[in-house]
């Protein structure tokens, strides 16, 4: 099984940068699909970025010109440079990986979370 451990957190001025890690260890097939997700206080979590295994990205509109997510495929590493924030981009960042197993044969896909990181934007 995979875990996900955050880094890079923390508390920034408004316009400033920050860039996020997330490492997955344990025994696994392999990684598709690796991504960042954030959950504001009162507020559903929601899609920031996501890179595909061959690297194709796609990102929220709201962070589109801002982030830039990138992944090193041989250290199981996902990255979330953040320029330009914003107070609204406040939130509980969470990493997620989709991992690739087998048992008995049968291959499945399996979506495994980090703790999450905070990143507080102040005005």
């Known amino acids: 099984q995979v875990q996900l451990a955050e880094s890079g957190g923390g508390l920034v001025q408004a316009g400033g940068s920050l860039r996020l890690s997330c490492a997955a260890s344990?025994?696994?097939?392999?990684?598709?699909?690796m991504g960042w997700y954030r959950q504001a206080p009162g507020k559903d979590r929601e899609l920031v970025a996501t890179?595909?295994?061959?690297?194709?990205?796609k990102y929220a509109d709201s962070v589109k010109g801002r982030f830039t997510i990138s992944r090193d495929n041989a250290k199981n590493t996902v990255y979330l440079q953040m320029n330009s924030l914003k107070p609204e981009d406040t939130a509980v960042y969470y990493c997620?990986?989709?991992?690739?197993?087998?048992?008995?044969?049968?291959?499945?896909?399996?979506?495994?979370w980090g703790q999450g990181t905070q990143v507080t934007v102040s005005s």
């Open positions: 997620s990986a989709d991992d690739v197993w087998e048992s008995d044969g049968l291959y499945h896909t399996t979506s495994r």
């Open positions: 344990g025994t696994t097939l392999r990684i598709e699909s």
């Open positions: 890179v595909s295994g061959t690297g194709n990205t």
